[in-house]
């Protein structure tokens, strides 16, 4: 069964901004895919899309079975449960625990906000929140304020905390991009271990062609909005990927 279908999805912007334009793709249960592109090219807006912030203009999104396309927030909220997501800038609340923090990655699970605040949170839940941060090597730091961490350490503190939640379905949108070459290649390490050893789906934004070389088993692209690229990276080129940075309508003619 496919993980994530997008079938056809355009975004047009209030404005007239055309951000993604008739874009399809499958990703079947248990596939690592990376989506590249330039800066524009639509990467988050597709992310945004598939995770619910965003609605699309026109085509369709499934997660497993379920259609989200024009579902209402409230009835998009238990199908978010099963994807997990990773940003950027790691989205932690900077003036709790690291604990505190993984915990409230059950929030999907049991919306009550009481049962995921760590002084009345269940012992199993609490125990798993350990174990998300034995996980990412961060137990030691449990008590500690998320902002007294280094990027690399919050980022694996988001990592744990998407655990928690036990998704199906993994996002993770630039994921290093706040980080050095370092400590970047080091998440992406680990979160490719724990997407591997869970056997989740993932499709993970990236900018860094050298990277995606490393980490996706597939990758697809998108130029301006469109589709460019869908492929496993055995039979991906340079050349192909050089491809997805050039500003094609103006100055080539058209690959697209
Ligand atoms: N809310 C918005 N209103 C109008 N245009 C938007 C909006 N959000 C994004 N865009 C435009 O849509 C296009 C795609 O943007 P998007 O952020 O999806 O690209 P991206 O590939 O994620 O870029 P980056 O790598 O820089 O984050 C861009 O031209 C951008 O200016």
Redesign the pocket.
Known sequence: MNALSVREVSKV???G?E?LSEVSFDIKAGEGVVLL??????????FKCISGFEKTSSGEIYIGKDETTFLSDRKYRPIRKKVGMVFQNFHLIYNLSVFQNVLFGAMGQSRNFLKVSAPFASKKDREKAMDCLKRVGLDHLAKRRSDQLSGGQQQRVAIARMLMQDPELVLADEPIASLDPKAGREVMELLWEIVDERKLTVLCIL?QTDIAMEFGERLIG?NK?KLVLDDAKKNISKDDLNMLYFNVDEKHGGIV
Do not use: I, Q, V, Y
Request: glycine fraction near 22%; avoid cysteine.
């Open positions: 912007f209030k404005d901004t951000a592109g330039h800066n524009g090219s639509g990467k988050s807006t597709m900018h998108l909005g």
